[in-house]
């Protein structure tokens, strides 16, 4: 670049932009995959699969882009933001995705902005609002320690978008759970107040677990598949994990009850007897996703046909 | 180093890490709001890299001696400043995209002779930053024209961005010449390189251009080609405004300062908490050799 001409740079042609879109690699994960859903796969089941997972990054980007100029330190702002900007990506690749496998051809943006609350699919903890910074880490330990797991597993499933999709997000999340691990490592071992704070936010986020674990039909089916991931699979080491980084803080995991949802999971849509009935993946969500989401649409809804 | 030139620099450096880590906050407004996830993308990215700038701008003035949170504290006191331009608020998600064609825009033609200032680490900070900045602008310009081939209320909020952004962002260039009492000693040490004036005028007819081929009016009737002096005559800023919003009674001096000092000293816990587990570790390091 002519330091005197950077200016022109505004009129060339060619839109280098494509390098933020799907986060920190840069590169598109999808290049040369095969995106003809599989033999035998269920392709409304493969949808809706992409839709949990993707809106579990969509809603806990989100979250994590409201700490935006307000993180406790520099280094933490640009970190932040960046495991947001990993979320994101990771979100779009697979709400893409559940516009072909349904057969809707509906986009990214129809599914981010055109959705009502009941048909998003996430599970609650990527919802919950954080009380601190200590309730963050907390979060973000529980949630990419678990999302790790998946995405692991997730890199061998039949769907080869899926699979490209994991293997990007595992060298992602890898990263965010190293980063919650080593804060959560360094405010359980700092002052009391930090140790307070941390194991505070922890046992904000326990009653959120149990549905991490819990087996949808769809998930059910699709894992039969060698589709999906079987989430109760995911507990053994989720449980070494946080064993292992609590154990360095001077913490513990306390299994708490799951944060009950409503009613009895009906047949067709959730999980078995003695769940915690229907939660996010049914669309049942908590009180605060209403706010999340009606500032996450607000513009686009406001200016319906407009194109951004 | 003189040690008058050490302290400008700081002051210079500082002024600049400042208005990265304060110009996060109008441009962050929106990041949730963003009306697709491509466009959401492109603003956390970029609102990610301001707060990049501000951490190497930061290490380019520890580099004279100052300390970044001895910076942070005068910033917070209100004893430095930042760019006046972000004490204006972004009121719909096309002051996003003006604020990447003007604001940018004008922090471009300010910094690229930079790149050229006699103190090297901070030219060498300012070639990466201008770079970027660069990006940021076509960014934000290519969101402009697509809101413009949209719908009519979509340039109508174009228009609306460009009239509220359009004279904030002259001032940014600074007082004129002749009220601009440091220029010459800085011009003289090669920490800048163009006045006030010359840089205002290169970014005006630059970027007349640009807002014909977006199609929007910039707010300034007697803005008109000079055959002779080769240049577009334009209208007086208001500099009394200018000389307000800089003695900090802009529309959102005080948010912008009380949001800062909210987060670094709603922070403050957690910073101790990481000095005094590296303190601990390497107790125990020592402990255990």
Known sequence: MGFDTAYEAISEEADTGHR?????GCTDPLAGVDTTVPDGVDCADLGAYCLMLGDDALIMSHRLQQWLASAPELE???????IALDLLGQARLLLSRAGTADGSGRSEDDYAYGRGEREFRNVRLAEMADADFGGLIARLLVFSTWRLALLSRLRASRDPVLAAVAAQGVREVTYHRDYAARWAIRLGDGT??????????????????????ERTHVERRLAAAGVAVDPPGLRSEFDEVLGTVLGEAGLEWADAPGLPGLGRAPGGTSAQAGSIGQAGRDGIHTESMGYLLAELQSVARAMPGATW | MPDAYRKTMIRQIAQHAHSEIIGMQPEGNWVTRAPSLRRKAILLAKVQD?????????????????DREDLTARLISGAQKYSSIFNYPTLTFADVGVIGWLVDGAAICNQVPLCRSSYGPYARAMIRICKEESFHQ?????????????????REMVQDATNRWWWPSLMMFGPPDAESPNTAQSMRWRIKRHTNDELRQRFVDMTVPQAAALGVTLPDPLLRWNDERGNYDFGEVDWAEFKRVVAGNGPCNAQRIEHRRAAHEGGAWVREAA???????????????
């Open chain 2, 275 to 289: 000095a005094v587990h590296a303190a601990k570790r390497a107790a125990r390091k020592e402990a255990a050799a």
């Open chain 1, 192 to 213: 009391d107040h930090s140790r307070e704070r941390m194991r505070a936010g922890l046992a904000a986020a326990a009653p959120y677990a149990a549905e991490l674990f």
């Open chain 2, 138 to 154: 076509r960014q934000g310009y290519e969101l402009l024209m697509t809101m413009m081939r949209g719908t009519p209320a979509q």
């Open chain 1, 76 to 82: 933490e702002e640009t970190a932040l933001a960046n």
């Open chain 1, 20 to 24: 933020w879109a799907f986060g920190t």
């Open chain 2, 50 to 66: 301001e707060a990049g700038h501000g951490l190497y701008l930061y290490s380019a003035a520890e580099t004279l001696g100052a």
